[in-house]
């Protein structure tokens, strides 16, 4: 993490573990209601709960954009799945094109949205797939499909933190919307009972470079005395 988030989160968590420590001690002061200790089981429960969303919004507020390269997205995609061990995962056929971002973030999105897809899909079922292609605008799509049960008419970002193991805080669909977002890209889903479709757009090496020039450009217009 970031110094200054990193300094936060100490902080917070410190306080945190005051109030835990508090609450059980009242707990030992109230022993025998039986009522009182449920209230303070609850309690002691989500303080912890919010401790754990708290480390992992830091978690996803600590990504920033590094090093920026052109890359081909094929060789991006299959180097971040190979490092991480993410297999049964399906690569389309043919050219990819290429994005400009950082390498190290985008990697990182896609594995959480290949990670997604594969714990969708049931044992037995297609595996899933991963696409690539250009826009007419410019930039380019990534497209990740599954053929599991879709995830109901909550979207994932209303879900935030959700997760079905226990005591688990889900932050990966989060930190997929900051890197799409610091690319100055998006996300979105299409699901149904037959599977979802995740699409993670972004910028194309042309459309970048329109972007940095027009930085550039402020920043000289910014620096000029007056």
Do not use: Y
């Not at 009182?36 to 754990?52: D, M, N, P, T, W």
Request: a positive charge; charged letters at 25%.
């Amino acid at each position: 993490m970031d110094s200054e988030i990193a300094r936060m989160s100490h902080v917070l968590r410190g306080s945190l573990q005051t109030s835990l420590l508090n609450v059980q001690s009242l707990a030992v002061t109230v022993a025998r209601d039986a009522e009182a200790q449920e209230s303070i089981r609850i309690i002691r429960e989500e303080l912890l709960r919010a401790g754990r969303m708290l480390l992992g919004a830091f978690e996803v507020c600590s990504l920033e954009l590094g090093d920026v390269t052109r890359t081909n997205l094929k060789t991006l995609v299959t180097r971040a799945l190979d490092q991480d061990g993410v297999d049964g995962v399906v690569l389309s056929e043919g050219p990819w094109p290429d994005v400009v971002g950082d390498v190290r973030l985008l990697g990182l999105a896609i594995l959480h949205l290949a990670r997604n897809a594969r714990a969708a899909t049931p044992p037995g079922k297609r595996p899933p797939e991963i696409h690539a292609s250009s826009t007419r605008n410019g930039g380019v799509v990534v497209l990740v499909r599954d053929w599991g049960r879709g995830f109901g008419t909550v979207e994932p970002p209303g879900r935030a933190f959700t997760s079905s193991r226990p005591e688990h805080v889900a932050t990966g669909l989060l930190m997929v919307e900051r890197i799409a977002r610091l690319h100055r890209g998006g996300l979105s889903f299409e699901t149904s009972s037959r599977g979802t479709v995740v699409s993670l757009s972004l910028p194309g090496p042309a459309r970048a470079r329109t972007v940095r020039t027009r930085s550039a450009r402020v920043i000289k217009e910014r620096a000029r005395p007056r």
